[in-house]
């Protein structure tokens, strides 16, 4: 419409136009090639229309007529020619892009995400891939790069992850090369750190669904793991009046780090200190039993209050199978095997346990005794129960523990397999076998 100066009238009279051509003759606008025709007459135009367009406050302002300009200017693909540019992409890229150049160049922080993810989220469906790959790549990675450059965690009040994860999940791996800089920046905040402070787990612990577990590890094997290890060696274990801040303090790092460093923290800086303990309180002059296997099992609990995973080890469950045989050993033989681990620097000093509330019978031994089998047949997973009604030729009440028939007298354990097989004295170290 050539007397028209109304460039939107025309754009829109043109493009109803093609739209009618290619609705009623599809053959025809196929093979006389009039994509490329509607292309040449409607690109000037679509330029203009599209010129006035702010991208970053009216996203979709423009999508609609995108998608028909584009089906217009498609080439049928029977007549498309090897190293052609589609149309439709010749359109994205001289169109649109100029605009989300023009937005994105905008003075706006990568902080203040949404209305940049709003816009890139909207037509990255309906864009050329190669156009969508520019986008992140050449406008919104550069952007990225220089604030996580600029980023200081030693002085900024928000954590990274808060307006770095909605643009992982936006962009995906091209924000991938970011990553080191990123640990290296909280490894450098975290060199005065102690894990009294929480405020590191919260900011790290997001990052766990971010970086490859190998990743995680290397970081946390120099940055958090040593500030663990030096927190329980300052650990202090007094029955009478115990400090379990250090434990929570390390423990709370299984929802982050895997669960053979934690294990292994335990095992050599935890366990030593608790079986020297046990020792010396059984040593003691008539220990109170009934306390000293409530203890055991109150650390137990501790334990599996970090993660019920701790308790499955096999370093653990060896640990709390020592000392289980070591009470045994000191209910059922009154005998405690020398003490191996004594109190050093730097591993904390024991305070005498509290002293004995009465004297324990030998009856008492045996309650004691069926606790410790009970906690170990919990342990193992083994069903430990009365048989209903059987017992001893003397009177003496008989157990199913797994495959095995047990009773227990004077703090001793007895076993058999088969009916026809004598009762035989057992050690719990010997029912753990059985398991």
């Known amino acids: 419409n050539n007397n028209n100066n109304n460039n939107t009238f025309s754009l829109t009279e043109c493009a109803n ?4 051509l290619k609705k009623d003759f599809p053959h025809e606008y196929a093979i006389y090639g009039l994509a490329t025709l509607a292309t040449a007459i409607m690109l000037p135009l679509i330029k203009q229309r599209f010129a006035t367009w702010n991208a970053m406050q009216d996203p979709s ?18 007549m498309k020619t090897d190293g052609e540019t589609q149309n439709s992409e010749q359109l994205a890229w001289e169109v649109v892009l100029p605009r989300f150049r023009a937005a994105y160049s905008q003075a706006w922080s990568p902080r203040d995400y949404a209305s940049a993810i709003v816009l890139f989220e909207t037509w990255r469906k309906v864009l050329p891939e190669s156009v969508v790959d520019n986008i992140k790549t050449q406008l919104l990675f550069p952007r990225l790069q220089a604030e996580i450059q600029n980023w200081n965690p030693m002085r900024d009040p928000t954590a990274v992850h808060t307006w770095m994860h909605p643009w992982i999940a936006c962009l995906g791996s091209t924000v991938e090369p970011l990553y080191p800089t990123i640990r290296y920046k909280l490894a450098t905040c975290l060199q005065a750190w102690d894990p009294s402070d929480d405020s590191a787990l919260f900011v790290i612990k997001p990052w766990k669904r971010v970086f490859t577990d190998k990743e995680m590890n290397i970081f946390l094997g120099k940055a958090i793991i040593p500030k663990l290890v030096m927190k329980m060696k300052t650990l202090q274990i007094n029955p009478a009046n115990q400090d379990l801040k250090p434990v929570h303090q390390v423990l709370s790092w299984t929802r982050v780090a895997s669960i053979d460093d934690i294990v292994n923290i335990l095992h050599n800086d935890f366990f030593p200190k608790f079986i020297a303990v046990l020792k010396e309180w059984l040593t003691s002059n008539d220990p109170n039993y009934a306390e000293i296997a409530n203890w055991y099992k109150g650390w137990k609990a501790e334990i599996k209050k970090g993660s019920g995973e701790l308790l499955k080890h096999g370093k653990i469950k060896e640990n709390f199978c020592e000392a289980l045989n070591i009470m045994n050993k000191a209910v059922s033989e009154g005998d405690v095997p020398d003490i191996v681990y004594k109190s050093t620097k730097g591993h904390g000093t024991y305070s005498n346990p509290p002293p004995p509330s009465n004297t324990r019978t030998k009856s008492s031994y045996a309650s004691n005794m069926k606790d410790l089998v009970e906690q170990l047949a919990e342990e193992n997973g083994v069903l430990f129960a009365p048989k209903k009604g059987a017992t001893t030729p003397d009177g003496k009440k008989l ?3 797994g495959a095995l028939s047990i009773y227990i007298d004077q703090g001793v354990v007895f076993s058999r397999q088969k009916s026809t097989d004598p009762f035989l004295p057992t050690s719990l170290e010997e029912l753990a076998r059985e398991c």
């Open 17 to 20: 136009s093609f739209m009618t």
């Open 61 to 78: 302002g423009q999508i609609e007529f995108y998608k028909e300009c584009s089906i217009l200017v498609e080439n049928e693909e029977s």
């Open 399 to 401: 157990y199913s523990f």
